[in-house]
């Protein structure tokens, strides 16, 4: 079946420090792939998302890279700022509605 | 207000007692979702509403937990006979158009439920 593999957390950097956090998926056809991003006290918001191989998705300075090849959707950041604390969830969805979310990434930034 | 609200935010009980949770919808958004969130562990889809159409049940564990959707809108989910197990954030989400697969979901804020 469909699923979403994403790094455990959480992850604890620096004020302008490089994040990656690691998404892998499973899924019979192509998928759409998403982040989303839950902050504290405020329900899951779309990042990003990417429909192809190698797409790009980006937001806010985040990017995520489609690559069918390892079938991945990492999240990277070049500089994180402490705003960015919060909960990253890495999803897919392959047609119809049913959308599978990984367990979710809590990454916290300190100043 | 323009996003999902749900209602309530926070809610106590205690086992055995049953518990209604309340979605608004985005409106115009014919597509509306249920998942249970719970510590450490990813969304689980409960149940999928579209339009006038029989929803989705295929995610409720179990019969205890029903949800209806009136006039095409304003959702209810029902849990009865609530266990400790069941403690979790449960998260209401809303789509314009399910049938793309690029469809954003536009999700409420959750309702915090604790079982004691």
């Known amino acids: 079946g469909n699923s979403v593999t994403q790094m455990e957390g959480p992850v604890t950097l620096s004020e302008e420090a490089f994040l990656t956090i690691n998404c892998t998926y499973t899924a019979t056809g192509y998928p759409s792939l998403f982040w989303y991003v839950q902050y504290p006290g405020e329900g899951l918001q779309l990042l990003l998302k990417a429909t192809k191989a190698d797409d790009k998705g980006s937001n806010k300075g985040f990017e995520a890279t489609y690559r069918k090849e390892t079938t991945s959707f990492h999240l990277e950041k070049g500089s994180v700022q402490v705003s960015d604390s919060a909960v990253y969830f890495c999803?897919?969805?392959?047609?119809?509605?049913?959308?599978?979310f990984g367990a979710g990434t809590r990454l916290f930034v300190k100043a | 207000g323009a996003g999902v609200s749900q209602s309530p935010s926070n809610k106590v009980t205690e086992k055995g007692k049953d518990v209604e949770l309340r979605c608004d919808p985005i409106s115009g958004h014919t597509a509306l979702y249920w998942y249970r969130q719970s510590l450490g562990q990813g969304l689980e889809f409960l149940i999928y509403f579209q339009g006038n159409s029989a929803p989705d049940k295929s995610g409720l564990p179990s019969d205890r937990f029903s949800a209806e959707r009136t006039g095409g809108s304003v959702s209810t989910l029902t849990i009865q006979r609530t266990q400790q197990e069941d403690s979790a954030v449960y998260l209401c989400?809303?789509?314009?158009?399910?049938?793309?697969?690029?469809?954003?979901?536009?999700f409420g804020p959750g309702t915090r439920l604790l079982v004691l």
């Open positions: 999803a897919l969805r392959t047609g119809g509605f049913k959308t599978i």
């Open positions: 989400a809303s789509s314009l158009n399910p049938a793309s697969s690029l469809e954003t979901q536009y």
